[in-house]
C-alpha cells in the first residue's frame, strides 16, 4: 500500500531550492512506476513531484519533466490544479533539480503523460481533501459537509476558506491513504482536456527565458574543444601555441576520452579556455591537431549501406517473428512484390546546441544544462569526478529542442571536467558543427520485403529483413544486430493479419555513436513498412487506405508472444496498454473521412497516406503533393491521432503539426554520410532543416476522442510522414522513391 507523507520544509528546501511554506505534499512511489511522488524519508526512496500551499493561497508544483516545447511543464501541472480544485492563476510552476528520488527525469520516449497522469490526479486529490478536513476541523463540521472549489474549501452555510487560510493547519493532518481517494468524476474536469496556454509563454515572446546558453556564473570561464572527427579517435599530437597566443586564451587541455563503448561519455578532443566564448573559439581555430586512426576511420555511409543492402537482400538472417510458411506461401503466390529500401544517418540538429555550465568546489559539483535526462547528468559526472552523487546538483534550463539529442550527458560530462581542471565556473558551448559532426547518429537502415499475393489481391504471406546499427553499440561494443525493443518500434510488429509471416534481423556493427531521435528506429521502418503496403496496394489493384484495413484485418487486441516475438510494448504491459487494431483501423478511417480522398486531380498531382503505432499512439498521415518539372512540393499535410485521454489538446495539435513538420523536413532533406570516419555535413547549409517555403500552406490535426489511458504524444506524428509523402510521389508521378532522403530525386 501507498502512502502519503508530510515533507519538512527543511528538506523541500534541500531537494528544490524552493522558499517553501505551509502544506508541503508528497507520494511514496514503488519502483513499478505505478505512483509518483517526494518523500522525506530515507535515501533511496523515490522523489517525483511535489505539491505546496504557502499561506498567501500560493499553489506551488515542482515539474520534475525537462521542458523542450512539448507543454509538459504545463500539462502534468494541470492535472494537479484540476484535482485539487486550484484557481490556475495562482499555480506557481517550479523546475525540480536532478535527483534519483523523483523517480524517472528521462524526459523522452513520450511517456511522461503516460506515467504521470494518475498519480498527479492522486496527488491533487490528496491535496484537496487535506485541505477540506482543515476546513471541516476549524468548523467543526463534518468532512463530508465541506467541498473545495474556485481555490477555497465552502460550507453549505456559506462559509468559505481559501486554501492558503488552511495551509498551516493541513500540514499537520495525517495524509490520506490512496485507498480513500476520492477521484474527480470526468465531467467536472476544469482544465484536463482543455486548451492551456503553456507556463513559459510569456518569458518565451519577451526573450526572459532562460535555456543552457543564458546561465552565467559569476567568474567562469568559457571552453571550445576540438573533438575527433572519427569513433574512438585518440589525440596523436598537438600544437597549442598558436592558441595560446590568442588575446584571452588562458589554457589548452587534454580530455582523454575512456576506453571501449562511448556510452554517455565525451569522445577524446583539446579544449581552449578562455575568459570569452569568441577568444575559445578563435584560440581552437589556431590548434594543431593530429590524430590516430581507429577500425572505424575509414568508416563510409555509402559502402556501409551498401553492404548492409546486400545482407538484407542476399538471404535469410536470425528469425525475430514467425507464423505460418512463408515460403511455401510465396512460392505458391499468384504473385510475389519485393523491394528494398534504404534510409541514411541522421543528425538532431536542434535549434539550440548542447550547452552546459559546470562549477567545481570542495562541496561537489553544480551543472546548468538543457538536458533532458539531469539524474543521468548526476550520476555519471559523481561517476568521472570520484564524487558521492549526493554532491551534485544539476539545474535543468529550458530546452531549444531536444529530440533526444540532451538525453545523452557527454556536454555537461566535458564542463564538469574542465571546471574541475580549471578551478573555476566553465561553460562548454557546442557550436552548430560542433553538434552536426560529433553527434550521437540515428541509425542508418536497410530493409527488404517480399509479399504474396493471391489471385483476389489478398496477402497471403510478408517477409520483412532488416539490418540496422544498434543503439546498444554505443554502450556495448559486441551488440551488432537491432534488440527486440528496437525491432518493437514498427518492424517485428506489424499489426497485419496475414497468415504467413516472418521477420529477420542481420548484423550491422556499429562505426559511430548511435543515439535516439525523435521517434527512433519507428522513422525507417515506417518508412519501409508504410512504402511496401502502398507497393502492395498498388500491386492489387485496391485503393490504399481500403488495403490498409484489409491488411490490418479484424478489430482483435495482439500479442506477439506466440510467433516468438518479445515485445516491448514500449515497457508497459499488455494488459495495461494492449494493442488494439480497433484503434489503427480508426484513425485511418477518419484520416480519410477529413480530406477529399479519391478526388481527381490534374497531371503531376496525388495523395498518398500511411500509418504507424508508435509510442502507445496511432497516427495515420496523409500528403498532397505536386510534382512539377522535377521540382517536388508538398502541398497539404492531415494527421489523425488517437492518444487516449488529452490533457491539453492546444499541445497536442501543436505536437501534432510540429512532428509532421520534423517528419517532412528528415523525408526531403535529411542524411548524414561519413568518408574516412568523419561526418561530412556541418551547418544548415549542407544538413538543412525544413524552410518555410517547403512546408505546406495546409496542415491539419485532428484527435480522436477516447477515455483510454494517455499514450505518446510527441513523437508518433513523425513516423508516417515520409511514407505519406513518397506515396503521394507515386500517385503523381509513378515513379516509386525507396531511397531517402527525397532530394535525392527531385528539387525540394
Not at 567562469?220 to 588575446?247: C, F, N
Not at 562541496?363 to 539531469?374: F, L, N, R, V, Y
Request: hydrophobic share 40%; glycine share 10%; net charge negative.
Amino acid at each position: 500500500m501507498s502512502t502519503f507523507s508530510i515533507v519538512s520544509r527543511r528538506r523541500f528546501l534541500q531537494l528544490t531550492g524552493l522558499a517553501a511554506s505551509g502544506l508541503v505534499l508528497g507520494a511514496v512511489v514503488p519502483r513499478n512506476v505505478a505512483l509518483a511522488g517526494i518523500l522525506d524519508q530515507a535515501e533511496g526512496s523515490q522523489l517525483n513531484v511535489f505539491v505546496s500551499v504557502a499561506t498567501d493561497g500560493t499553489v506551488e508544483i515542482i515539474a520534475h519533466r525537462s521542458e523542450m516545447g512539448t507543454g509538459i511543464r504545463t500539462s502534468l501541472p494541470q492535472v494537479v490544479a484540476d484535482e485539487m480544485q486550484a484557481d490556475w492563476q495562482r499555480v506557481k510552476v517550479i523546475q525540480a533539480h536532478g535527483d534519483a528520488r523523483y523517480g524517472s527525469q528521462n524526459t523522452d520516449g513520450s511517456r511522461s503523460v503516460r506515467d504521470f497522469y494518475h498519480i498527479m490526479r492522486q496527488m491533487g486529490a490528496a491535496a484537496r481533501t487535506l485541505l477540506e478536513q482543515a476546513a471541516a476541523a476549524t468548523w467543526q463540521v463534518p468532512v463530508e459537509e465541506c467541498a473545495a472549489h474556485d481555490h477555497a474549501v465552502h460550507h453549505g452555510s456559506g462559509k468559505r476558506l481559501g486554501f492558503g487560510e488552511l495551509a498551516a493547519r493541513a500540514a499537520e493532518l495525517p495524509l490520506p491513504d490512496l485507498e480513500t481517494l476520492r477521484l474527480k468524476d470526468t465531467a467536472d474536469f476544469r482544465y484536463i482536456g482543455k486548451d492551456v496556454p503553456i507556463v513559459d509563454l510569456q518569458d518565451m515572446i519577451t526573450g526572459n527565458a532562460t535555456y543552457g546558453i543564458d546561465v552565467h556564473v559569476p567568474g567562469m570561464l568559457y571552453a571550445s574543444i576540438e573533438r575527433t572527427p572519427w569513433l574512438q579517435g585518440r589525440i596523436a599530437s598537438y600544437d597549442s601555441s598558436a592558441a595560446l597566443a590568442v588575446k584571452g586564451v588562458l589554457d589548452v587541455v587534454e580530455l582523454k576520452a575512456v576506453d571501449g563503448a562511448p556510452g554517455f561519455n565525451p569522445v577524446e578532443g583539446v579544449a581552449v579556455i578562455a575568459t570569452n566564448n569568441y577568444s575559445a573559439l578563435k584560440g581552437r581555430a589556431a590548434l594543431r591537431v593530429r590524430w590516430r586512426e581507429s577500425e572505424h576511420s575509414s568508416h563510409s555511409a555509402e559502402s556501409y549501406l551498401d553492404e548492409l543492402v546486400s545482407r538484407v537482400e542476399g538471404g535469410a538472417g536470425q528469425v525475430r517473428r514467425q507464423r505460418g510458411d512463408v515460403d511455401a506461401a510465396l512460392a505458391d503466390a499468384a504473385s510475389v512484390v519485393e523491394a528494398t529500401y534504404r534510409t541514411p544517418y541522421l543528425a538532431h540538429a536542434s535549434m539550440e546546441p548542447p550547452v552546459a555550465t559546470a562549477r567545481v568546489t570542495d562541496d561537489g559539483c553544480e551543472i546548468w544544462a538543457c538536458t533532458q535526462t539531469p539524474q543521468a547528468t548526476r550520476r555519471i559526472v559523481a561517476e568521472t569526478l570520484d564524487l558521492d552523487v549526493a554532491a551534485v546538483t544539476v539545474h535543468v534550463t529550458l530546452l531549444g529542442g531536444g529530440f533526444g539529442r540532451k538525453s545523452k550527458p557527454d556536454f555537461s560530462v566535458e564542463a564538469a571536467r574542465l571546471a574541475s581542471h580549471v578551478g573555476k565556473p566553465v561553460q562548454v558551448v557546442w557550436s552548430r558543427e560542433d553538434d552536426i559532426r560529433h553527434d550521437y547518429f540515428h541509425a542508418c537502415s536497410a530493409q527488404h520485403f517480399k509479399g504474396a499475393l493471391d489471385e483476389d489481391g489478398r496477402v497471403t504471406a510478408w517477409l520483412g529483413r532488416e539490418a540496422a546499427p544498434p543503439i546498444g553499440s554505443t554502450f556495448d561494443t559486441s551488440v551488432r544486430i537491432n534488440s527486440s525493443g528496437g525491432l518493437s518500434q514498427g518492424f517485428a510488429s506489424v499489426p497485419f493479419a496475414v497468415p504467413n509471416l516472418r521477420i529477420e534481423s542481420h548484423e550491422a556493427p556499429g562505426h559511430v555513436r548511435i543515439g535516439w531521435l525523435r521517434s527512433v528506429y519507428n522513422v525507417p521502418y515506417a518508412f519501409g513498412v508504410g512504402s511496401f503496403v502502398d507497393e502492395l496496394a498498388h500491386a492489387a489493384g485496391r485503393d490504399p487506405a481500403d488495403f490498409w484495413l484489409q491488411l490490418i484485418g479484424e478489430d482483435r487486441l495482439l500479442d506477439f508472444s506466440p510467433e516468438g516475438f518479445e515485445y516491448s510494448n514500449y515497457g508497459r504491459s499488455l494488459s495495461e496498454y494492449p494493442f488494439a487494431t480497433a484503434r489503427t483501423r480508426t484513425v485511418i478511417r477518419e484520416l480519410v473521412a477529413s480530406i477529399p480522398w479519391g478526388e481527381e486531380l490534374p497531371p503531376g498531382q496525388g495523395w498518398g497516406l500511411s500509418v504507424a503505432n508508435s509510442f502507445l499512439s496511432d497516427v495515420a498521415v496523409a500528403s498532397k503533393v505536386d510534382v512539377t518539372d522535377g521540382r517536388l512540393r508538398v502541398l497539404e499535410l492531415h494527421g489523425v491521432i488517437d492518444a487516449g485521454r488529452v490533457i491539453n489538446p492546444d499541445r497536442v495539435h501543436a505536437q501534432m503539426e510540429g512532428g509532421m513538420i520534423f517528419g517532412l523536413s528528415l523525408a526531403l532533406n535529411g542524411e548524414i554520410t561519413f568518408s574516412g570516419g568523419e561526418a561530412q555535413q556541418s551547418n544548415f547549409h549542407d544538413y538543412p532543416i525544413a524552410r518555410m517555403d517547403q512546408v505546406p500552406g495546409v496542415i491539419r490535426s485532428h484527435i480522436v476522442a477516447s477515455d483510454a489511458a494517455p499514450t505518446g504524444v510527441g513523437e508518433p506524428p513523425t513516423p508516417p510522414t515520409a511514407p505519406a509523402i513518397a506515396n503521394a510521389v507515386f500517385a503523381a508521378t509513378g515513379k516509386r522513391i525507396r531511397e531517402l532522403p527525397l532530394s535525392k530525386h527531385f528539387d525540394v
